[in-house]
Structures are given as structure tokens and as C-alpha cells.
T-cell receptor
Framework: DSGVTQTPKHLITATGQRVTLRCSPR?????VYWYQQSLDQGLQFLIQ???????AKGNILERFSAQQFPDLHSELNLSSLELGDSALYFC???????????FGQGTRLTVV | AQSVTQLDSQVPVFEEAPVELRCNYS??????LFWYVQYPNQGLQLLLK??????LVKGINGFEAEFNKSQTSFHLRKPSVHISDTAEYFC??????????FGAGTTVTVRA
């Protein structure tokens, strides 16, 4: 158990819908990262937050947004969902910027 | 910019045989290097990391990796694999507070 908690574990939704994925980082970790894992794209970095502020942005679509709250948990919002958004979404956390990153178990999103 | 190349997408190996997974990175500055393992239907687990110091790093489950700066490589090795080592392995690089960039992954299948 990495200490990073993601909910829900599985999510099935229809095209055009909006979903929210939730992540609780390890106790004391200030950085939260979101990754998307799909068969064709592999592991893609989406976005990073550090202590509530957006730190780095990767290949995140405009239909996707994220935030980190004062209690350091984070949410990834995916809207106007398309079939191609079906993937495993990972949250990860780290104490600071340079140290190892711990991953949650992921949320498997299926868009039908 | 930094990128990670895992030279083998699939590595079949017999139980108790050695295995080497190759990873090359491209970066003009110093990086931090990691190997993660993903067991079926699970999240990513850190195997080992190179931050500085000795170029030979030992990780969990009998794995080790060697950092070679001149060849910009960070190959992962295990002298004797078990059936339970069947998984996908990801090499990753991190530059200071930048995102963790992953290779495409290497699927290791251990056969009896």
C-alpha cells in the first residue's frame, strides 16, 4: 500500500458525460500528480499541483481540469467524455519536487 | 527536453534465468532515474531509484540497476527471476521539479 488513495476504483459512464476522480495523497506529501495510462499512449503526465498551486502541465486536454484543495486532496474533472478517454488514471504524490513519487492504485474509466 | 527509451517491449524469460531490461534517456542536464513495476491490475510500485552517489543501485525483490552517464543508460537487472516477477516495468526520469517522464514499458513474462 503506497498510502495514496484514489476513488472510485472503477467508473463506467456514457459519452458526453462528466466525471470527477478523487485522490488523497500520502500524509505529508505536498505534490500531487495525475497520469493517464492507455494502451496506445502509454503513461502520460497530465498535471502537477504543489501545495494547492498548479506546478506543471502536460498533455492535458482542455476538457480536463484539476485542482488541489487546502487539505491537499486533489480532484481530476473530465468532461464531454469521448470513447478515447477510456483509460486508467493514476494519482501520485511526493513530499517535494525531487524525491520519489508514490502512485495510487488508479481509477479505471470506461466510456461507453 | 527529456525522453526515455525502453529498448525492449517484450522480454520472455525462463524461471531462475537472469534478465536485463534496457533503458536509455536523453537529457542535457542531470536527472533522477527510477524503475517502477506494475503487476497486473495494480498501480505502479517503485523498484529502485538513482538520485546521486554510487552508480549501482539496489532495489526491492532482488533487482538492481546501473547508471551509466556516458551512455545515458539505466539498465535494470535481476540475476534469477521468479514467476512472480511477471509484470510490466517502466523506466522513468525526473528533472528537479519537473514531471516524471516514463518510457513505453517492458513486459516481462517469466515461464516455468
Amino acid at each position: 500500500d503506497s498510502g495514496v488513495t484514489q476513488t472510485p476504483k472503477h467508473l463506467i459512464t456514457a459519452t458526453g458525460q462528466r466525471v470527477t476522480l478523487r485522490c488523497s495523497p500520502r500524509s505529508g506529501d505536498l505534490s500531487v500528480y495525475w497520469y493517464q495510462q492507455s494502451l496506445d499512449q502509454g503513461l502520460q503526465f497530465l498535471i502537477q499541483y504543489y501545495n494547492g498551486e498548479e506546478r506543471a502541465k502536460g498533455n492535458i486536454l482542455e476538457r480536463f481540469s484539476a485542482q488541489q484543495f487546502p487539505d491537499l486532496h486533489s480532484e481530476l474533472n473530465l468532461s464531454s467524455l469521448e470513447l478515447g478517454d477510456s483509460a486508467l488514471y493514476f494519482c501520485a504524490s511526493s513530499v517535494g519536487h525531487q524525491l520519489e513519487v508514490f502512485f495510487g492504485q488508479g481509477t479505471r474509466l470506461t466510456v461507453v | 527536453a527529456q525522453s526515455v527509451t525502453q529498448l525492449d517491449s517484450q522480454v520472455p524469460v525462463f524461471e531462475e534465468a537472469p534478465v536485463e531490461l534496457r533503458c536509455n534517456y536523453s537529457s542535457s542536464v542531470s536527472v533522477y532515474l527510477f524503475w517502477y513495476v506494475q503487476y497486473p491490475n495494480q498501480g505502479l510500485q517503485l523498484l529502485l531509484k538513482y538520485l546521486s552517489g554510487s552508480t549501482l543501485v539496489k532495489g526491492i525483490n532482488g533487482f538492481e540497476a546501473e547508471f551509466n552517464k556516458s551512455q545515458t543508460s539505466f539498465h535494470l537487472r535481476k540475476p534469477s527471476v521468479h514467476i512472480s516477477d511477471t509484470a510490466e516495468y517502466f523506466c522513468a526520469v525526473k528533472l528537479n521539479d519537473y514531471k516524471l517522464s516514463f518510457g513505453a514499458g517492458t513486459t516481462v513474462t517469466v515461464r516455468a
